[in-house]
């Protein structure tokens, strides 16, 4: 009976970090191809220095994403997985490999392994470059955006998402019904100071975002570098007191106005705005809020990173802070879907 595979021997690499849409379609065309599938993933040494790694998953969770993967669609007895300290995972040395897969960003580096495969007195390995895997934005899938923030594993929008909430209306509102629902915490409650700058040195988060006046001001007090205050000069009592405002108000990047039980398109656009520039430019940022906050902290989870750190206050309870994962995302958003238009 004839192969039907093309190789029967092909090599990929990667570090299948946050497995998503895109690594599904290139391990399958692998497997479309090739008869055996020695797959590389990185160890937790080779991507330390990556964006936002403290957020990227170790290498045995990663691992366990691919073999999962590998037995659903019953290939992992034709695979192969080894642990590989660089992007040349000894490719340069192996004898039966006939094929290499890569994406189109990573392809320069086959064109280095076959170099080194020549000077090794081996054949060049027959390149095969997959074809891109789009988010819903038209964008590139990425292990990195998703830590960012901004797609989930199957690719799907953030932002796309909130402007479809908002297609017929300029506001989101806060349903009556919706009420007791949002007076639960959203994570983990502290009653005192004490025990919130213990949480936040133990978490070691590389982002930390405060919405409400008071939360805000002890975290600057308790030298805590917090990457975006969001504060309205309110408390439950009235107004905040005069060195709150001084703390807090001696400078702020931006104003906005934003009625209470509300969520208006320019506010969901100001904070996605500000936590950009806060990856991108390393600039902290504030929010000014011409109204209240009270809701505000919804669409600051939803656009902050992986494992970053949302505080907000709690009328009842004080402070709650929120440990971003792609589960409260998901939460928020469900949430979002309830309010009126």
């Not at 994403?65 to 992992?76: A, D, E, H, R, T």
């Not at 983990?188 to 700058?197: A, C, E, G």
Request: glycine share 8%.
């Amino acid at each position: 009976m004839r192969n039907h595979f093309h190789f029967n021997q092909i090599v990929l690499g990667g570090s299948f970090d946050h497995f998503h849409k895109g690594h599904k379609f290139f391990l399958g065309k692998a497997f479309e191809v090739g008869k055996k599938v020695l797959i590389g993933i990185t160890s937790d040494e080779m991507i330390k220095n990556k964006f936002l790694s403290s957020s990227i998953d170790k290498f045995e969770i990663r691992k366990k994403n691919v073999v999962k993967f590998l037995v659903k669609n019953n290939w992992q007895k034709r695979a192969k997985i080894i642990k590989i300290n660089d992007f040349i995972g000894g490719a340069d040395k192996l004898v039966g490999a006939e094929a290499i897969i890569v994406s189109r960003l990573s392809q320069k580096n086959a064109l280095k392994i076959n170099q080194l495969r020549v000077k090794n007195g081996l054949k060049k390995l027959k390149v095969i470059v997959v074809s891109d895997i789009l988010a819903s934005d038209g964008k590139l899938i990425s292990s990195e955006r998703i830590r960012k923030g901004e797609i989930d594993r199957k690719g799907k929008s953030c932002w796309l998402q909130v402007s479809g909430f908002l297609k017929d209306s300029k506001k989101l509102v806060l349903p009556e019904s919706l009420k007791e629902e949002l007076r639960k915490p959203l994570g983990k409650v502290f009653f005192d100071t004490k025990n919130l700058i213990k949480f936040i040195k133990e978490k070691k988060s590389a982002f930390i975002f405060s919405v409400g006046d008071i939360i805000s001001y002890y975290l600057i007090k308790n030298k805590i570098s917090s990457h975006l205050l969001i504060f309205d000069f309110k408390t439950k009592r009235g107004e905040v007191d005069r060195q709150i405002k001084k703390v807090l108000g001696n400078y702020f990047t931006t104003r906005i106005i934003n009625q209470a039980g509300t969520i208006n398109k320019n506010t969901f656009i100001t904070i996605k705005n500000c936590v950009e520039k806060i990856l991108s430019k390393k600039e902290k940022q504030k929010i000014f809020v011409d109204g209240e906050e009270d809701l505000l902290a919804l669409p600051a989870i939803l656009f902050s990173p992986l494992n970053s750190l949302v505080f907000y206050g709690h009328w009842q309870f004080g402070v709650v802070g929120v440990e971003v994962n792609e589960e409260i995302k998901e939460k928020i958003f469900g949430l979002l879907n309830k309010f009126e238009k």
